[in-house]
């Protein structure tokens, strides 16, 4: 199975967890308003052969995805878990 994970980084130095729950849901809605989002992640997937593309928030105990173009299965959604 071939996979790709296409990030972006977002800033990861928030002190504290009720901030950073916060900061995860306005960086999901911040991504889903890029429109373009969708396409990219569905030309990423066509033209590397990959099935799985996602943007993501990266902190340094967890990563949340905020899109993804899952074409093999993967089982990863959009979600703040």
């Known amino acids: ?25 306005q960086d999901i809605i911040n991504i889903e308003n890029i429109t373009i989002v969708p396409n990219l992640l569905n030309v990423i997937c066509q033209t590397t052969g990959m099935g799985f593309a996602a943007v993501a928030r990266v902190t340094e105990d967890r990563w949340i995805t905020c899109s993804v173009q899952d074409n093999v299965n993967f089982g990863l959604n959009q979600e703040t878990n």
């Open 1 to 25: 199975m071939k996979l790709i994970l296409f990030f972006v980084l977002l800033n990861n130095k928030i002190p504290n967890k009720k901030v950073l729950e916060d900061n995860f849901k």
